[in-house]
């Protein structure tokens, strides 16, 4: 019997494609001021928590606004802050949506692992749907004083790729560092060890 799920053929153009148009957009759109320098002249800390939710605002509808410059046919915002994408990109009308989950790293704070969404929610869409595209988008940036930065390549990462299939037991996310290489494995493989992850960690199954 077929596995279920797309080949890793389709996956390496998904990831390429991705990959170009958001660095098409980070090289347009390189800087953004967070608010006036006079409002705070002794400066913002880089408190990457606070730039996140702006900066993944700023991509998500500058990728909108600026199609043509990303070869992709189409960007909508999640209705909700609690799906696991932020947008759906559409490369074409005969393409699955690839649902997209914007990160953004700051380059100059230590390397640490990485919440990439709780485990669970992970482990059912693809239960219910071993062709979900779930993809996290990681560009990095860099903070100087109100000025927010993007650093070009960013990662690109199909969920049942990630490097190490590990859940944090305090927060039931799964997690790995950004930069880590992927480990190439079928979306069983991928539901098998997150599963058996999942019940060694205790995480609750809802």
Not at 90 to 108: A, F, R
Not at 176 to 187: A, E, F, G, L, S
């Amino acid at each position: 019997m077929a596995e279920k799920g797309p080949t890793m053929d389709q996956i390496e153009k998904e990831i390429k494609q991705l990959h170009y148009g958001f660095n098409q957009f980070i090289k347009k759109f390189e800087t953004f001021e967070i608010l006036n320098e006079k409002l705070v002249p002794e400066g913002l800390p880089p408190h990457t928590r606070s730039i996140s939710w702006l900066a993944e605002h700023v991509i998500i509808q500058g990728l909108r606004k600026h199609k043509e410059i990303t070869k992709f046919e189409d960007v909508i915002a999640s209705s909700s802050d609690i799906k696991l994408n932020d947008c759906t990109v559409k490369i074409s009308n005969n393409t699955p949506d690839l649902l997209v989950n914007v990160k953004i790293s700051n380059v100059d704070a230590p390397r640490n692992q990485n919440d990439i969404n709780k485990a669970f929610k992970i482990f059912k869409a693809f239960s219910e749907d071993p062709n979900c595209r779930l993809y996290y988008v990681i560009i990095k940036f860099r903070f100087d004083n109100t000025k927010v930065t993007f650093i070009e390549n960013p990662i690109v990462l199909y969920t049942p790729w990630i490097n190490k299939i590990y859940v944090n037991k305090s927060n039931h996310h799964l997690q790995d560092y950004y930069d880590n290489p992927p480990t190439i494995r079928t979306v069983k493989k991928f539901l098998n060890e997150l599963d058996t992850e999942i019940d060694r960690q205790g995480v609750p199954r809802r």
